[in-house]
């Protein structure tokens, strides 16, 4: 199924025709108004056909780039105040308690500036203390994101990447 669905570049899914129809033969009861899809024979079919059935939404032409695409839907997050104050690099450096965790600290901090990911850096710390105070468990880690030491530091995860010395630029790039 995985591969019958596409990611664009707006993180909105673009499901196949096929992927479509399997899913409303798996639940015909769902509501597949949300559901992009990269063809229009669907639709063209139930008009052809003179079926009363929910329609696929097309896709949309976006007027904004991606950035200012990201942009404006990143300034849409709810974050409480008191995070959003967050001293990042000083909740970090905090953390620390060798010469070597802070050296690191202190250049992933770059490359997260450099990319304007502070605010998803406060943001990861007010999720992580909003799992701890419901008591919801998360995996110990995945992906490349286990080689960031700050996500390790906030909570992100569990795996110390200076234990088995991962490089977080694969992470960063």
Not at 26 to 39: A, W
Not at 59 to 66: A, K, S, Y
Not at 120 to 139: A, E, H, K, P
Request: charged share 30%; with cysteine; proline share 3%.
């Amino acid at each position: 199924m995985a591969e019958k669905i596409k990611t664009n570049d707006y993180g909105e899914c673009v499901y196949s025709e096929d992927a479509v129809i399997d899913l409303l033969y798996q639940n015909p009861d769902l509501d597949i108004s949300k559901l992009y899809t990269d063809s229009i024979n669907y639709n063209k079919a139930l008009q052809e056909l003179e079926i009363e059935l929910p329609k696929l939404p097309e896709l949309q032409n976006r007027t904004q780039d991606i950035k200012e695409f990201d942009q404006s839907n990143y300034d849409q997050w709810y974050m409480p105040e008191s995070y959003t104050k967050i001293d990042i690099k000083k909740y970090l450096l905090d953390k620390c308690s060798t010469q070597e965790e802070q050296d690191r600290v202190l250049g992933e901090y770059k490359l997260y500036e450099q990319k304007n990911f502070i605010k998803v850096l406060q943001f990861l710390i007010y999720f992580v203390d909003t799992l701890r105070q419901n008591n919801i468990v998360w995996g110990v880690g995945r992906g490349s994101s286990v080689s960031s030491f700050c996500l390790f530091l906030i909570g992100v995860h569990k795996i110390n990447p200076l234990q088995y010395n991962l490089d977080y630029r694969e992470f960063l790039r």
